[in-house]
């Protein structure tokens, strides 16, 4: 694992070093988390964005509900 330095303002690294003390982990361990989330691709990201993409759509569709049998039988679909 590298070591990177970076400056950060006084206010933010007390801040930060709190929110790690109060979730049980280091500020290096907090860092390392929100890089990753922020830099990497995940699946749970993909989807949410799919969700916020449909939801901007705005489409309608025509008040239909579904039962949970009918999204597993794959007849109703032709």
Request: proline share 3%.
């Amino acid at each position: 694992m590298k070591n990177i330095t970076i400056s950060v303002d006084d206010r933010l690294l007390e801040a930060g070093r709190e929110y790690a003390r109060k979730h049980n982990m280091s500020l290096n361990a907090l860092i390392r988390k929100l890089l990753a989330q922020t830099v990497l691709p995940s699946p749970r990201n993909w989807l949410d964005e799919c969700f916020q993409m449909m939801d901007r759509a705005g489409v309608k569709l025509g008040g239909r509900t579904w039962r949970r049998e009918e999204l597993y039988d794959v007849e109703d679909f032709h």
